[in-house]
């Protein structure tokens, strides 16, 4: 029987007992009438609780890939206490928290609401800054409770923590579109260890397992104490000869700083390919750029 049968059927039952003890008051005892309205307050309460308690929580948002651009085919992921319970796409998506309507590069992601969380409990940030959370409500009561997250990219990462509940929900959008998602990936080859995004394939050759592979999860704003060196030219033309170190971000990061707009036309679709010809060690670091790394990056000479 779902929720809103289960309230309808209290509402109901409510309503004529009701009806039937205001009859029946004046031939009973006192014991009897404060029984009765002990059963009322018992039957009130219930429906006050169940109308308090929505069914889901739901975290939602709308993800850009660069240029204003609204990115569909972008995977978010949904972490609880480091264990991933649920992924979706971005799309074409009509999410009542977003206010606008429908909408390209949106998301939601729904949950079931174990924990009975209500709008009363305190949700904070990343920075332990309260958020506010918004209800949508149903035929009966409150549908779902939950937040719209804006401004956000591939790699972008989420935290929304319950401390009452000893609780961390983390949303994660992945660098890449579904459609080039690697295996280790995939859904339950993912999960995080404290700041740390942890991926896995599933089996190897023989009876090993592969190790598991800690890469850094997505910051917000990549450092910048980052330093560039031209070395010579291997062909005395438009060369990966451009020394990048001292730089942590993801591909896009350095595509959108140090590529687009730079001297040449290389597009973001020829660059995160090809950067991994010239630097193979970034799919072994999760296509993570580290700052005590060297890097080697397109220019025009």
Not at 12 to 27: D, P, S
Request: glycine fraction near 10%; hydrophobic fraction near 40%; include cysteine.
């Amino acid at each position: 029987m779902s929720r809103l049968i289960k309230l309808l059927v209290v509402l109901i039952f409510g309503l004529f007992f009701t009806g039937f003890l205001l009859l029946g008051q004046v031939g009973c005892s006192q014991p009897q009438q404060q029984a009765a309205q002990n059963l009322l307050g018992a039957i009130s309460e219930g429906v006050d609780t169940t109308l308090e308690e929505p069914e889901q929580l739901v975290f939602a948002g709308q993800v850009s890939a660069g240029n204003g651009r609204w990115a569909n085919g972008y995977v978010a992921v949904l972490f609880k206490n480091g264990v991933e319970i649920a992924r979706t796409n971005t799309g074409l998506v009509d999410a009542p928290l977003s206010g606008a309507g429908p909408m390209d590069g949106v998301f939601e992601l729904r949950i079931r609401n174990e924990y009975k969380l209500k709008q009363t409990h305190a949700f904070f940030d990343a920075n332990a800054q309260p958020i506010s959370m918004q209800s949508v409500m149903g035929m009966v009561g409150m549908q779902y409770i939950g937040t719209w997250f804006a401004n956000l990219n591939p790699n972008s990462i989420r935290t929304i923590s319950i401390p009452e509940k000893q609780l961390v929900y983390t949303l994660v959008i992945l660098e890449m579109p579904l459609d080039q998602l690697p295996e280790s990936y995939q859904s339950g080859n993912l999960s995080l260890n404290g700041e740390l995004l942890v991926t896995s394939a599933s089996a190897t050759s023989g009876n090993e397992n592969v190790a598991l592979q800690a890469t850094p999860a997505p910051q917000p704003t990549p450092q910048s104490n980052f330093q560039l060196l031209l070395l010579p030219s291997q062909n005395g033309g438009q060369d990966w000869h451009l020394q990048l170190t001292g730089y942590y971000g993801n591909r896009w990061d350095v595509w959108e700083r140090f590529v687009a707009g730079k001297g040449h036309s290389m597009s973001w679709e020829t660059f995160k390919e090809a950067v991994l010809v010239h630097n193979p060690q970034l799919e072994s670091d999760g296509f993570v750029f580290y700052p005590h790394k060297a890097y080697l990056l397109p220019t025009t000479n």
